[in-house]
C-alpha cells in the first residue's frame, strides 16, 4: 500500500469574500508515493506545488473547497488525529528565519515536544539523541539570531525530527541558502531518507543537485500534474517541453545533445553505427556525465582536433589555453568603454570597511565601474558582498578611503530581501512612488490632483495612461506600457505587494528602481528563489538593458546566471577582490567554484562554461 | 554561580524579602551593612550593563531627593542656618540621605537578582501558571533581534540617495565641488535640501497629510510653528522605517504561526525541557532564610532596625546594634556571598 | 512670603503623616504591588482562558516585540519612544484586551533586557492601561485634535503611574517629597514623551491603522477553518 495516495484530488481557494474560487488551483491529482520515497516537485512559481504540499498537512490546509480524498496510510488526512498528524508529517518552509519560535536553539528543539506534552525526561532524551546525530552540539546554546541561514534552517529541520516524522515536506527549503549551505542541507536531508528511510516530498527550482538520488519527480503545471515517473524516464519525457526543459540537470542536458546528434547525423565526426549511448541510462549527475563522455572519448578528441585546425591559426597552442583566452577578453575589453575614464560611473579608492573594532570585513578595495557594464559579484557567503555594494551605493560609510561619483549620478538599490522596499497598498502606488523621486515630473504638470487621479484609474488604464507612458527614461529607452508588459506583471498593479509571489516581488521592486529613471541598477542576489523560467526572463530583461546604455551590478549565487550575462566578475575573497575578470575566463580557470556544464567538460574542452558554449563548440 | 543548583524559587522567595527589607529599614548600622553586602555580592557577581543604564536614571533623582527634601522639609529639631532666615534641618538631610540609600539598595538588589535568576529560569515559574503568556514572552525575545536588524535595514535603505548625487569624480581633488557623499550628509538633511524640487512626502498619501481641523485654532498654531514641522519630518522619516519594519515583520510572522501549528502548537498541555529538582541545598537555603527572616522580624516588632527621624531624630552611632537581630539580619544577607566565594575558591 | 508659608505648611500636613507607623507603609506598599500584580495577572488569565489561536498568539509576540525594539532602539535619546505610540494604535485596531497585553507585556519584556525591578509591575500597568484605553476609545481616534491630545496626555500619565513606585523609597511613612522630586526630575521627560507620542500620532496614525488592519483581517482570515477559531476582535 502507497503511503501517500491522492485520488483525484481538487482544491480551489476561498476568496476573500467567502465565495469559492472558480479556478481552482489543483485540478484532478491522481499520485502515489510510496513509503521511503524520495520525491522532487517542480513547476514555475504559482503552479500549485505550496498548495500540493499544505493540503497533506492538516494543521496548515489553506480554506478552500476540496474533492477526491488525500489519504496517508489509508486514513484521509482529515480524519487523523491531532498528535499523529503533528508528529507524523513534518512541515519546512522556506524562510529559516520566519519558522523559528524561541530564542535558543535548544528551546526551538524542544519546542514541539513541549507541544506534545511529553515528560521533561522525555524531551531531553529526543534531544540529546537528535544533536548526537547531526553533531550540533556547539550550537546548541546559542542564540538563534547568531547562526548563519543554513545552520538556522537544519535547526528547523531538527525541530521537526524529534517528532520522529514519517513523512518530510520541504517546501523549497534551500531557495534562501547559499550554495554551500545548500548542498549541506541537502546531503542531510538524503542522509534522512536513506539512513531511516523517511519520506520526503520537497519542492525546490535548482534541482540540478537533487535528481541523482531522487525515486520520483513531479513536474506541477497551473495545478495540473504534467509528468510523473523516476528520475531517468522523467528525463527523456520532458526534453522537448519548453518549460520543464530548463528543470532538466544540465549533465542531462549534454547528453541529450550528444545523443540526438548520434541519432539524427549517422555521418561525421559521431560516424558510429549505433549510438553508444543509448546502451546507457540517462546520466543524472557529473560522475555519471563523465562516465558517457569517457564511453565517447574517442570521437570527441576527434571533434576537438578538428576544431582546433579550422581555429588555431593565431595559436601554436595544441588546446586553447589560457593566454589565447586571455587574448580574446582583450578584444571583448576594447569594444566596452573599459579605459575610458570620461565613462567612469563609481571609483572606490583604498575603501577600508568594518561593522566593529578588530574585524574588518573589507580592505583596501580598488574599484572602477564604468558606463554599460554588465558586472557580478560573486564569492562565498559572509565575504561582504553584499556590504560591498552597500557602501558602493552610498549607504554605508566605509571606516576609509573614499567612493566617488560620476556627477548627478542616480543609483537605484535593490536590496536582497524585496519586501523591504514596499510601503504602499498597491503595486501601482508603489510605481508611482518611484517616478515621483526620480523627479520624471516637473512641478507644474504633476500635482496632487494628478497623483489622485491616477490612483483612481483601474489596472489596464493606469497601464494605458498617457501621462506615465509621456515620461522618457533615460538608458533604459522602453515606455512606462513597455516596462510593464516587459516584466509581464500587467495583472499586478492592483494588488498589494505582499501577496504577491516571491518572484513577482523581486520583479516589482527591479521595475521600481528602473523607474527611478536610473544610471546605475545595484541589485543584490536578485536570482534569490527564482524558478528558471523566470530568471531565464530576468537576463534577458536585464540583458537588453545593457544594450539600451544602462550599467548593472549584481551579485549572485548562481554561477550559471553569471556566466551566461555577466560580461565582468568580480570574485570578493579575504576582505579584498581576489579576481577581476570576464566570468568565463575565471570559472574556465577554476576547478571547483564553477558551473555545472564546466565539471562535466572539462577535460575536453575547459573553456566551455555555458551551455551556450559546449553546444556551439559540439556543435549539438 | 555555576556550582550550585538552587530552585529558582527560593530565589524568588529570597529577593522578595530583600526588597522588603530594603523599604522597611532605616537604621543606619542596618542600612549601611546592607548597601555593604549587597555591593559585595554585586562585584562577585559582576556588574551587568543594565545596571549602568539604571544608575543613570537614579543618581540624578536620588541627587534631588537629597537636595529637595531639607528644603521642602522643615520640621525637625536641628536646624542647620545657612543665611540669615534660611534654614535646613538636620532630619531633613538625614532623611533625604537615608531615602536615596534605600532606592540604591532596591537597585542593587534587582541587579543582582537579574544575575542569579536567568530570564528562562523566571519563565519556568511564570509558564505552570500562565503558558500562553509565557509563550509570547519567549517568541518576542526571539523576535526583537530579528526586528531590530530588519529596522537596520530599512534605516540603511533610506540613506539612499535617489535625486543623482552631486559630486564628480573627474574633478581635481583640491575642487570642493568635489563632495563625498560620504563625508557627512545624510538623506535627511537632503529632503531638506531639496526644497525646490517635487517633494514626494507631499503627495504621500499613506503618510497622513496634515489636514488639521479648521475649527482648532491652537493645532493650527502649532502646526505652522517651524518647530513643529521639524518634528513633524523627523518623525515621517522615523515613521517611515518603522512602517515598513512594522509591516514586514507582521508578513513575516504568519509563517511563524503556521510553523507553530505544524509542529502541534495548541494540541495539547504543553510541558517544559526544563526540569528544576528541589535539593538539599534549597532545603538548607530555606532554612537559614526561614530562622534568620523569623528573627529580625520579632526584632522589627520591637523597634530594631527602624529609627524615628521626625520630630528629631533618635539616632546616635555610638549605640552600636550588637544583639541578635542585626546578627540575624547580617546572616540573612550572607548565603549567596558565601556560595560565590566558594565557588572562585573552587575553581582556584 | 508667599512660597515660604506654602513650604511651611506643606510641612505641616507632612509632619501628621511622618509619624504614622512604618508598618502601615509596609502594608500599604506590599498591597499596592500584590494589587497591581493581581490586575495584570488577572487580566493574563482571562486572555489565557479564551484559549486564543496561535494567530492571535503570534500577532500579540509580535507587536508586543516591536513595540520593545521602538523602545530599546531610541534608548539613546531619552524619553523619544517609538512604544508607546505602537501600543495606543495596537489599543486602536485590536482593541483594548490586546492593548492593555501588548502594553503590559511590552514593559515587562523590555524589562528582560534593560534590567528587571519591581518598577517593571508600575510599567506594565501604566502601558496596558494606555493600549486599553485606547482601545476604549477607539472610534475618537478620527478625530486629529483628540488624537493629539490624548498622545500628550498619556506622556503625563505614563510618568506619573510610573512615579508612584518610587513614592515608596523610604520605610518611614508617605512623604511629599519624593513626589515632588519625581515629578520635577520626570517633567521634561513626561512633556517629550507627550509630545513624541502626540507628533507620532498626528503624523502616522492613518498609515499604521491601515496597516496593523490590513494585519488583523489577514490573521483573521488565515485562521484554519477546521481549527476552532476564536474572534481576535472580541
Known sequence: ?620 | MELTAIHPGVYLLYYFIMVLFAFIFSDPYFVISFLILILVLISLQGVSSELKNIMKFFIPLSLLIIILNPLLNRTGAHKIYLMQNFFVTYEAIAYGVLMSLALLIVILVFSSYNRSVSYQEMLYIFSKKLPIISMIIVMALRFIPLINSRAIEVQKLNNLKTNGIESNLNDDADNDNNVNINDGDNANDNANDNDNKLDLEEYDSNISSMDFNPDSRVLNKIKSSKRFQKIAKEAKVLGKIMGITVSWSLEESMFTAKSMKARGYNSNERTSYLSFKFGLADIIFLAIIFITVSIVVFGLIQGYGIINIYPSIDFSFSDLPLNIYYLAFIVFLLPLIYLEIRERMLWH | MAIEEMVTNMSITESGAATSSPIFTITLLVFTILLLIGIVYFVFKMYEQSKPTVESIVLIAVLTAIATVGRLILMSIPAVNLASFIIIMVGIVFGKEEGFLVGALTALVSGIFMGMGYWVIFQMLAWGLMGASAGFIASKFDSLPFRFIFGLIWGFLYGWITDISAIFYSGTALQITPIIALYINGFTYDLTHGVTNAVLLVVLYDWFKKMLTRAKVKYLTNTSSNSESIDLTK
Open chain 1, 1 to 620: 500500500m502507497a503511503l501517500i495516495e491522492f485520488d483525484n484530488f481538487s482544491f480551489s481557494y476561498l476568496n476573500s469574500d467567502g465565495t469559492h474560487s472558480q479556478e481552482k488551483s489543483l485540478k484532478d491529482i491522481n499520485l502515489e508515493i510510496n513509503y521511503g520515497d524520495f520525491v522532487l516537485l517542480c513547476g514555475p512559481s504559482g503552479c500549485g506545488k505550496t498548495t500540493l504540499l499544505t493540503n497533506l498537512k492538516k494543521e496548515l490546509m489553506p480554506n478552500g473547497k476540496r474533492e477526491g480524498s488525500i489519504k496517508y496510510n489509508g486514513v484521509d488526512i482529515f480524519n487523523l488525529d491531532d498528535l499523529s498528524s503533528a508528529c507524523d508529517i513534518g512541515y519546512l518552509f522556506q524562510n529559516p528565519d520566519s519558522q523559528i519560535v524561541t530564542d535558543t536553539v535548544i528551546q526551538e528543539i524542544a519546542f514541539p515536544l513541549e507541544n506534545i506534552g511529553l515528560p521533561t525526561e522525555e524531551i531531553r532524551n529526543r534531544i540529546s539523541e537528535i544533536v548526537a546525530f547531526f553533531g550540533i552540539n556547539d550550537i546548541l546554546h546559542k542564540n538563534v539570531n547568531e547562526l548563519s541561514g543554513g545552520q538556522k534552517q537544519l535547526v528547523n529541520l531538527c525541530s521537526l525530527l524529534v517528532l520522529r516524522p514519517k513523512v518530510l515536506l520541504l517546501d523549497e527549503p534551500m531557495s534562501q541558502l547559499d550554495p554551500i549551505a545548500s548542498y549541506e542541507f541537502l546531503s542531510i536531508v538524503r542522509r534522512l531518507n536513506e539512513e531511516l528511510s523517511i519520506t520526503v516530498i520537497m519542492s525546490e527550482h535548482k534541482a540540478d543537485s537533487i535528481f541523482p538520488f531522487i525515486d520520483k519527480a513531479i513536474f506541477l503545471k497551473d495545478g495540473q500534474i504534467e509528468f510523473d515517473n523516476n528520475a531517468h524516464d522523467i528525463c527523456q519525457e520532458v526534453i522537448s517541453d519548453d518549460v520543464f526543459e530548463n528543470y532538466l540537470p544540465a549533465v542531462t542536458k549534454i547528453y541529450n545533445g550528444l545523443s540526438n546528434k548520434y541519432n539524427s547525423s549517422p555521418n561525421g565526426p559521431f560516424s558510429n553505427n549505433e549510438n553508444p549511448l543509448s546502451k546507457l541510462n540517462t546520466p543524472l549527475s557529473i560522475r555519471e556525465g563523465r562516465r558517457c563522455l569517457n564511453i565517447i572519448h574517442d570521437d570527441l578528441i576527434k571533434i576537438n582536433e578538428g576544431r582546433l585546425k579550422n581555429t588555431n591559426s593565431d595559436s601554436d597552442n595544441l588546446f586553447i589555453t589560457n593566454k589565447k583566452y586571455h587574448s580574446n577578453r582583450i578584444s571583448l575589453k576594447d569594444k566596452l568603454p573599459f579605459s575610458n575614464g570620461k565613462n567612469d560611473l563609481v571609483k572606490m579608492n583604498g575603501i577600508y570597511f568594518a561593522y566593529e573594532k578588530n574585524n574588518l570585513i573589507l580592505k583596501n578595495i580598488d574599484f572602477k565601474l564604468s558606463k554599460g557594464e554588465f558586472v557580478s559579484l560573486v564569492g562565498g557567503n559572509g565575504v561582504g558582498k553584499s556590504t560591498f555594494l552597500q557602501l558602493l551605493v552610498g549607504i554605508l560609510k566605509p571606516i576609509k578611503g573614499k567612493v566617488k561619483y560620476n556627477k548627478n549620478l542616480k543609483i537605484a538599490y535593490v536590496h536582497q530581501n524585496p519586501m523591504i522596499h514596499f510601503s504602499k497598498d498597491t503595486v501601482k502606488e508603489e510605481f508611482l512612488e518611484s517616478i515621483i523621486s526620480s523627479n520624471s515630473f516637473s512641478a507644474d504638470e504633476f500635482n496632487k490632483e494628478n497623483y489622485d487621479d491616477l490612483l483612481k484609474l483601474d489596472g489596464e488604464n493606469f497601464i494605458q495612461s498617457k501621462m506615465l507612458n509621456d515620461i522618457k527614461f533615460k538608458n533604459i529607452g522602453y515606455g512606462f506600457k513597455e516596462l510593464i508588459d516587459f516584466f509581464g506583471i500587467g495583472d499586478l498593479v492592483e494588488k498589494h505587494p505582499y501577496d504577491c509571489s516571491g518572484g513577482e516581488q523581486q520583479k516589482i521592486v527591479i521595475l521600481k528602481a528602473l523607474l527611478q529613471n536610473t544610471d546605475l541598477l545595484v541589485l543584490d542576489e536578485p536570482t534569490k528563489g527564482l524558478d528558471p523560467i523566470s530568471s531565464k526572463n530576468l537576463a534577458e530583461i536585464l540583458n537588453s538593458l545593457i544594450d539600451n546604455g544602462l550599467t548593472i551590478l549584481m551579485t549572485s549565487h548562481d554561477l550559471d546566471f553569471v556566466a551566461n550575462n555577466c560580461r565582468r566578475c568580480l570574485m570578493l575573497f579575504d576582505k579584498d577582490l581576489q579576481i577581476d575578470d570576464d566570468p568565463k575566463v575565471i570559472f574556465a580557470e577554476n576547478n571547483f567554484y564553477t558551473t555545472f556544464v564546466n565539471r562535466m567538460v572539462k577535460d575536453y574542452i575547459p573553456e566551455a562554461v555555458t551551455l551556450d558554449d559546449v553546444k556551439a563548440i559540439w556543435n549539438i
